[in-house]
């Protein structure tokens, strides 16, 4: 007993620190998905926090042999069980829909883009991160700039000499695919960890 709560104790830290990773990653591109969107990784870190809590009642009950605190923790596993499957269905409903949002922040920040210092920011922060160029490629900077001119974060490597950056040294690669992916794998990581803990659980009850 008191070796499967030391196991649930080390289980939860490692939701914690996953569930900050992923909310760590992604916060700053929340200009493109809303602020919303990204909920999995704050309940992840919750949840964590609670098997971590539990574990401790399941250790102190089996150490003190207390029925109280023993039932506690059971009823307790079984709450943290229903949350992490929640955890997995919500982290594959994000992955399923998360083109949709994407394509509607990519556009209403692109639209903005020439007055809102904010929808700046974002862009530059994910051209240059991601080493993209415009939603689907440097053309769509054109409405913006009226001109060849795409902003400076689409230009990763400039000759020397040159201070302009055109879609000629822009990388041609959108941002879309690139965002689309690398957010899609982090939703994915979510439904994973989800399933794949309320798959231990079931396993370890069986096993105790």
């Given at each position: 007993?008191?070796?499967?709560?030391?196991?649930?104790?080390?289980?939860?830290?490692?939701?914690?620190?996953?569930g900050a990773i992923i909310q760590s990653n992604y916060y700053h591109y929340s200009n493109f998905v809303g602020d919303n969107f990204w909920t999995?990784?704050?309940?992840?870190?919750?949840?964590?926090?609670?098997?971590?809590?539990?574990a401790c009642f399941g250790c102190c009950g089996a150490a003190k042999e207390s029925p109280c605190m023993i039932i506690t923790f059971s009823i307790f596993l079984a709450l943290v069980f229903l949350a992490?499957?929640?955890?997995?269905?919500?982290?594959?409903?994000?992955?399923?829909?998360?083109?949709?949002?994407?394509?509607?922040?990519?556009n209403k920040t692109l639209d903005s883009y020439a007055t809102?210092?904010?929808?700046?920011?974002?862009w530059n922060l994910v051209q240059s991160e991601m080493v993209c160029c415009g939603i689907k490629g440097p053309e769509?900077?054109?409405?913006?700039?009226k001109n060849d001119t795409v902003p400076r974060a689409c230009c990763h490597r400039m000759p020397?000499?040159?201070?302009?950056?055109?879609?000629e040294y822009a990388s041609t690669e959108g941002c879309f695919s690139k965002l689309s992916s690398y957010l899609g794998s982090k939703s994915l990581i979510l439904a994973g960890i989800g399933i794949g803990l309320a798959i231990v659980q079931v396993s370890e009850e069986k096993g105790g």
């Open positions: 007993m008191i070796n499967a709560c030391v196991l649930k104790e080390i289980t939860g830290l490692v939701v914690i620190v996953t999995a990784p704050i309940v992840l870190i919750v949840i964590g926090s609670i098997i971590f809590v539990v992490e499957i929640g955890i997995g269905i919500a982290g594959y409903y994000k992955h399923e829909e998360l083109s949709g949002i994407l394509e509607k922040g990519f809102d210092k904010g929808a700046q920011e974002a769509d900077w054109e409405p913006i700039y020397v000499g040159v201070n302009k950056c055109t879609r």
